[in-house]
């Protein structure tokens, strides 16, 4: 069964400043799609950024980049210029044919920006 | 309306009530889900609904039972619910099987508060 592992409950950054969470999965398929969500306080869950298995090129979003490293199994979130609004739970989560397609997510990790 | 609706917000209801909770996605996707998330706990997938076929019953106790009449909507029935069912209830959509999963879209999720 697929596996997704965050090992950081919580995360604290300063407003501007750059964080990184981290992410590690478990999976025998060779292709398949690796997620993260974020999910503001009391708001809806959405996504951040996607990152397909066969694309060796790391996925950007505006300040979000990702370091997929798919030998080692992780996929970690960078946040650069990290600003209030980015304060949220985090969700790494994987999907792909090993699972039936049903998504598997982590734990999560809780982002604290202090001003 | 775009995206994924749920109704109600929150609701609140004794252990001898009979409540449904609503999801309509907006998207043209055919996978549906319903997902419990509690404070301090991980996600848990409860249901999955492909092209309105049941693909997933995630040992799900049977005081909940999900329904779902078309790819568009999906209905949480709850009836004689416990204490430790209070959470808060997303709802999910995709693509779904036959094209790519892809990522999920969630809605604003339903809190539920068993009395």
């Known amino acids: 069964a697929q596996t997704v592992t965050q090992s950081q409950p919580e995360m604290s950054v300063q407003e501007a400043e750059t964080v990184t969470l981290s992410c590690t999965y478990d999976?025998?398929?060779?292709?398949?799609?690796l997620f993260w969500y974020k999910q503001p306080p009391s708001r809806q869950m959405i996504l951040v950024i996607r990152q397909e298995a066969y694309k060796q090129q790391n996925a950007t979003e505006n300040r979000f980049s990702v370091n997929f490293q798919k030998a080692a199994k992780s996929f970690s979130l960078k946040i650069s210029d990290s600003q209030l609004g980015d304060a949220a739970m985090y969700f790494c989560?994987?999907?792909?044919?090993?699972?039936?397609?049903?998504?598997?997510f982590g734990r999560g990790t809780s982002l604290i920006v202090h001003p | 309306e775009t995206g994924v609706t749920q109704t109600p917000r929150h609701l609140v209801m004794g252990m001898t009530n009979k409540k449904s909770l609503k999801c309509e996605q907006h998207l043209g996707h055919n996978a549906m889900y319903w997902y419990k998330q509690s404070a301090k706990k991980p996600l848990e997938l409860m249901f999955v609904y492909n092209f309105k076929e049941q693909t997933e019953n995630n040992s799900v106790p049977s005081r909940f039972s999900p329904e779902c009449p078309n790819s568009s909507h999906l209905f949480l029935h709850l009836h004689t619910l416990q204490p430790e069912d209070s959470a808060l209830y997303l709802c999910?959509?995709?693509?779904?099987?036959?094209?790519?999963?892809?990522?999920?879209?969630f809605g604003p999720g339903t809190r539920l508060t068993v009395t």
């Open positions: 989560a994987y999907n792909g044919p090993g699972g039936s397609y049903i998504p598997t």
């Open positions: 999976t025998s398929e060779s292709d398949y799609y």
């Open positions: 999910a959509s995709s693509q779904g099987y036959g094209g790519e999963w892809y990522e999920q879209y």
